[in-house]
């Protein structure tokens, strides 16, 4: 089964396992100028590059928005909604995790911070370029549905 793990932000995160996992991170900062708007269009424009890239994906998993601060909330909402509206169109499965769920599940605790995950991620593959946070956070989430569906 295809899978692409996304840790949705303006920054995300992304990892793929086929046909052995890899990953890396898409800048969906829109330029000088454009609207806020961009970044939605940016993220559909990458699922479709990447997907018809790879051949298909069968699922795309994500992070659930969460956190204190509205406006970021609200951010990764409507990133989400572009995934799924993507993947109802493509008839791609999709499932999510809430940030917590990710983080005990790599680290045992469910408030490990950035570098905790960091961490994790680069010990488990240390033959990776794991480049920030945000790929491992997807790296890990792809982890956690590979073992969830024992794939």
Same mark, same amino acid.
Request: hydrophobic share 40%; charged share 25%.
């Given at each position: 089964?295809?899978?692409?793990?996304?840790?949705?932000?303006?920054?995300?995160?992304?990892?793929? =396992?086929?046909?052995?996992?890899? *990953?890396?991170?898409?800048?969906?900062?829109? @330029?000088?100028?454009?609207?806020? *708007?961009?970044?939605?269009?940016?993220?559909?424009?990458?699922?479709?590059?990447?997907?018809?890239?790879?051949?298909?994906?069968?699922?795309?998993?994500?992070?659930?928005?969460?956190?204190?601060?509205? =406006?970021?909330?609200?951010?990764?909402?409507?990133?989400?909604?572009?995934?799924?509206?993507?993947?109802?169109? =493509?008839?791609?499965?999709?499932?999510?995790?809430?940030?917590?769920?990710?983080? @005990?599940?790599?680290? &045992?605790?469910?408030?490990? =911070?950035?570098? @905790?995950?960091? @961490?994790?991620?680069?010990?488990?593959?240390?033959?990776?370029?794991?480049?920030?946070?945000?790929?491992?956070?997807?790296?890990?989430?792809? &982890?956690?549905?590979?073992?969830?569906?024992?794939?």
């Amino acid at each position: 089964m295809k899978i692409l793990s996304l840790d949705l932000a303006t920054t995300t995160g992304w990892a793929f =396992n086929e046909p052995n996992i890899n *990953g890396g991170t898409w800048d969906l900062s829109p @330029k000088r100028g454009s609207s806020q *708007g961009m970044k939605l269009i940016k993220l559909r424009s990458l699922l479709q590059d990447f997907t018809h890239t790879v051949g298909g994906v069968d699922m795309i998993v994500y992070e659930n928005p969460a956190g204190r601060f509205i =406006n970021g909330v609200i951010g990764v909402a409507e990133l989400v909604a572009v995934v799924k509206t993507f993947c109802e169109d =493509n008839q791609i499965e999709y499932t999510s995790y809430r940030p917590t769920e990710v983080k @005990k599940w790599a680290t &045992g605790k469910g408030n490990s =911070n950035k570098d @905790k995950m960091l @961490k994790e991620a680069k010990s488990r593959w240390p033959e990776i370029n794991i480049i920030d946070d945000n790929m491992a956070d997807a790296m890990l989430m792809l &982890g956690m549905t590979e073992k969830e569906f024992n794939l």
